[in-house]
């Protein structure tokens, strides 16, 4: 799949934003009156970038508003809907927290839960689609949870909270990696099943339909990113838990500590959210004889 | 709501013979000239003269070399389209309404004044069957051409896709798969007509019937008839002997 990087900032910093709400929302840390304030502000920034960057995935935003409207259906509705729902929430708990000074438990609890829901939801937006074999797994959820909460965790300065993330993170993302590299052969789409060919011998592409590029093969068929896949996936982790796990058990919790191990791990971040993108393949690429 | 209906009156669709088809893409070309002034915008090109040309087609033709355990391979002509599943990935993953699988004739076609261009609907679906409009920002899918099909203003014999009516070979059918009697339902009984990628669970409509295998046997009577003559007479035997002698 084309790794766009409307998709990738949209998923990686909304996913941050939401996570920073929900573990706000539990007092993880607590902050009350004004100083709650700069925590909420990144939290709602960063989720509000990465949903105004996914707008410009859009060829035809002005219809944006309709995206509201197949909740019952859609999943990128449902993420739509509960997107600006969490927002507000967050905001009236911010609104609490300023206004009363103390710690509101059960609207906290709820922004943790919708906010994962919320997390969960943009998971769902690629866990759903049975075309690319790579993201309709299980584990796909699992690794956009724990990479929305670590960084959280991190940009919190929650040191054991993150430090846990990491390491459960590096787990869930390697599991994701070994199955994901064994799923398209695993469901047996081949070009035999693609065309029904099968039933007479082994089928090749002969002569593609269209000379050039097209919107499919710009799309769904993007080969180029697996050729240094090993490479890049030792790269992420490098950054995305290498660096920061270290940093985090050895140095003294400061500002600057936790602002760069939270860049440092955003790096990596990025690194393995353009593969997932790119890496998927998408069974149309079959009619191409193309992966 | 972008639910997809629980069962449709008619099951319209195409059955593909594969054992027909020339690979000529008139269809191709008739499918592009009808659907681009016709249902929704117009099927746009980009740098149509330039070095990368490309643009939205709604039917394409691959090619394919089918090479069997023994003997000769086969090269297979493949046009697809838009299958239109009974259990359509693409219209359940719509987040703003716009693509629909109607209830009355099972057609699965896309409302451009509600699509946003966000390209799920594209990846949902198996067969690269739609194509954004990359100058109107909106998905293009086959209509089944539901604008000739039902269209009181134009002889009945033109009643059809146009894909369907101007394929010189008769390669491809038009017909309601829903009523057991039609001949789109009677040919694809009779020969096997196939699902494309059936393990997707998409049930499509549309349906494929298989090229017969080719016929490699030789005639056990060849090793017995009278070889043909291959030495010239008359005029060209005498210039032939007369070269030999110079």
Partial sequence: ?291 | MTSLPNSTDKKLGLVIDLDICVGCHACVVNCKEWNTSGYGAELSDQDPYGDAPMGTFLNRVHTYEVQPDVGPAQIVHFPKSCLHCEDAPCVTVCPTGASYKRAEDGIVLVNEDDCMGCGLCAWACPYGAREMDLAAGVMKKCTLCVDRIYNENIPEEDREPACVKTCPANARHFGDFADPDSAVSKMTAERDGMELMPEQGTKPVNRYLPPREKQNEVDILAPFLKPVANSPKGFLGWLDKTLDRI
């Fill in chain 1, 1 to 291: 799949m084309h790794p766009a990087p409307s998709v990738i900032i949209f998923t990686v910093l909304s996913g941050i934003g939401f996570a920073m709400l929900a573990l706000l929302g539990i007092g993880q840390p607590e902050v009350n009156g004004f100083e709650a304030i700069p925590y909420y502000f990144v939290g709602i920034t960063l989720a509000v970038i990465g949903l105004l960057a996914s707008v410009f995935h859009l060829k035809n935003p002005k219809n944006a508003i309709k995206a509201f409207s197949q909740f019952r259906s859609s999943w990128l509705s449902r993420e739509g809907v509960f997107a600006v729902i969490s927002l507000v929430q967050s905001t009236f708990v911010l609104a609490i927290k300023v206004v009363f000074g103390f710690h509101p438990l059960l609207s906290g609890g709820v922004s943790l839960i919708i906010c994962s829901f919320t997390i969960f939801t943009t998971a769902m937006i690629y866990t759903q689609l049975k075309t690319v074999p790579r993201w309709n797994q299980w584990l796909t959820p699992f690794v956009f949870f724990l990479s929305s909460y670590t960084g959280a965790a991190i940009i919190l300065g929650q040191v054991l909270l993150g430090f846990l993330l990491l390491l459960m993170l590096t787990v869930v993302q390697i599991a994701y990696w070994i199955i994901g590299d064994r799923a398209f052969s695993k469901r047996g789409h081949t070009i035999e099943t693609a065309t029904g060919l099968g039933r007479l011998g082994k089928a090749r592409e002969f002569e593609p339909p269209h000379t050039g590029q097209n919107y499919l093969l710009n799309e769904m068929v993007y080969v180029v990113g697996r050729k240094h896949s090993i490479k890049l996936r030792t790269i992420g982790m490098l950054f995305l838990v290498g660096l920061p796990l270290p940093i985090l058990w050895f140095f003294n919790v400061s500002f600057a500590m936790v602002v760069s191990v939270f860049c440092l791990h955003l790096v990596g971040l990025f690194i393995c959210r353009w593969l997932f993108f790119a890496e998927a393949e998408h069974v149309v690429g079959l009619y191409y004889d193309k992966r």
